[in-house]
């Protein structure tokens, strides 16, 4: 059996928690699947029209976190950190039952989905994966906020940057090769906000689940979390898992470079729909052993397509 086979998980695994934004309580199992089946979300505390599939073109919202929704108007938010750790990991293959419209944030980042699914293992398939490869370059800018994609050899390259004028968070900047780099402070990374920013997304309805237990505060130059930070970039290496995660509702692993500043949920999927819009930006291809490119000399690097 090839190790570029499709993945899914071994067995179920299920996650008790809040919704970043919503407050409500949820719980979420995430069960093995067929192979080509791809990720699926199930509302469970639905009975019709339940199923969400987390696909570029389904997202009907991308401020503050992303959400996806159905045809139907049925909507799952937040899926950004569980769809990171799925793209790290190298799972193709998973359907997501969950009986509420958000998944849980648990504690701010990917550790806990990450090591869950760590734990628990990962199971082969006989069916080779497919992947998205760049072509050409593409462009999407937004006032100060840029992205770029561009034809890549054998990974997944993200190179971020932030900029925020408050002086402990200022100006940050990481890059990493999805497909071969030690993701762990990626995954440990958790989301964060301004301490005076919190009146005004509970004012819009929103983070009415955020606690410094999920989330990182920063009040003038410092932060109020009592352990401090996880790692010297933390703030730029949320974004990157952000983006690993929004990137994966292309439905395949990707092979490019990806340059961003500023960016967020809005910006990459912009860029993936600038992609899709034309045949000629990619192409989709089917990964077996007759077909490897020459540049994939170190198989056991490629830890998250392999």
């Known amino acids: 059996m090839s190790v570029l086979n499709q993945k899914t998980i071994n067995q179920d695994i299920t996650f008790n928690g809040i919704g970043l934004h919503s407050g409500l309580a949820v719980t979420m199992t995430v069960k093995p699947a067929a192979p080509n089946t791809g990720i699926i979300f199930k509302r469970i505390d639905l009975k019709e029209n339940n199923v969400v599939v987390p696909n570029l073109f389904n997202v009907s919202s991308a401020v503050f976190c992303t959400t996806i929704s159905n045809d139907h108007g049925v909507s799952v938010s937040t899926i950004e950190h569980l769809m990171g750790a799925l793209y790290g990991l190298g799972i193709d293959n998973a359907l997501i039952e969950i009986d509420n419209q958000e998944v849980p944030i648990l504690d701010g980042s990917a550790k806990l989905f990450v090591e869950a699914i760590s734990k628990i ?69 958790r989301t964060f906000c301004l301490f005076e ?82 045949d000629e930006n990619f192409s989709l291809i089917e990964i077996t052993e007759k077909n490897l490119p020459n540049s994939f000399i170190n198989k056991s690097h490629l830890r998250s397509i392999a």
């Open 197 to 278: 920013d919190i009146e005004k997304l509970k004012e819009l309805g929103l983070a009415k689940g955020g606690t410094i237990d999920n989330a990182i505060v920063v009040k003038d130059n410092q932060v109020l979390n009592q352990n401090g930070l996880r790692n010297q970039k933390e703030f730029v290496n949320h974004k990157i898992l952000d983006c690993m995660g929004d990137l994966y509702l292309a439905g395949y692993k990707i092979i490019g470079k990806i340059v961003c500043s500023q960016g967020g949920h809005k910006l990459t999927n912009q860029l993936l729909r600038k992609v899709f819009e034309n």
């Open 121 to 189: 293992g990962i199971k082969n398939s006989d069916t080779p994966i497919k992947i998205i490869k760049i072509l050409r370059k593409i462009e999407f800018v937004d006032g100060n906020k840029t992205i770029t994609i561009e034809p890549s050899k054998i990974s997944l390259d993200i190179d971020f940057e932030l900029k925020y004028t408050n002086e402990f968070i200022g100006r940050q900047r990481n890059s990493v090769k999805v497909f071969e780099s030690d993701l762990s402070d990626i995954y440990n990374s």
